[in-house]
Nanobody, 124 residues
Framework: VQLQASGGGLVQAGGSLRLACAAS????????VGWFRQAPGKGREFVAA???????IGSDSVKGRFTISRDNAKNTVYLQMNSLKPEDTAVYYC???????????????????WGQGTQVTVSS
């Protein structure tokens, strides 16, 4: 599975962005897909994850502001980010668990496939 994240950019606080994670390979639609982020000098932080059937979880820091969704027909997972804050500034990575995984997890080590990341910068 190869993952390609896109949609990052520079936005003012309070603005919105939608990230997309496009995947090659048929296993993508059969597993859990997640988003993590990493700010300069910090570790990789869980943002949200979605199961193949649409069940999802999100970190407390983004609940009510970010929404994860997927279109299995297009092999794409989205992260809609609203009410952005300067502290949301980071490189955002999409990632997928092994084929057939059903458990939504928040630890980077439980994900196998990683995209290259897309930069999100929120100005105050």
């Amino acid at each position: 599975v190869q993952l390609q994240a896109s949609g990052g950019g520079l936005v003012q606080a309070g603005g919105s962005l939608r990230l997309a994670c496009a995947a090659s390979g048929r296993t993508f639609s059969s597993t859990v897909v997640g988003w993590f982020r990493q700010a300069p000098g910090k570790g990789r932080e869980f943002v949200a994850a979605i199961s193949r059937t649409g069940g999802n979880i999100g970190s407390d820091s983004v609940k009510g502001r970010f929404t994860i969704s997927r279109d299995n027909a297009k092999n794409t997972v989205y992260l809609q980010m609203n009410s952005l804050k300067p502290e949301d500034t980071a490189v955002y990575y999409c990632t997928a668990r092994p084929e057939g995984a059903v458990i939504l997890t928040t630890t980077p080590g439980s994900y196998t496939y990683w995209g290259q990341g897309t930069q999100v910068t929120v100005s105050s």
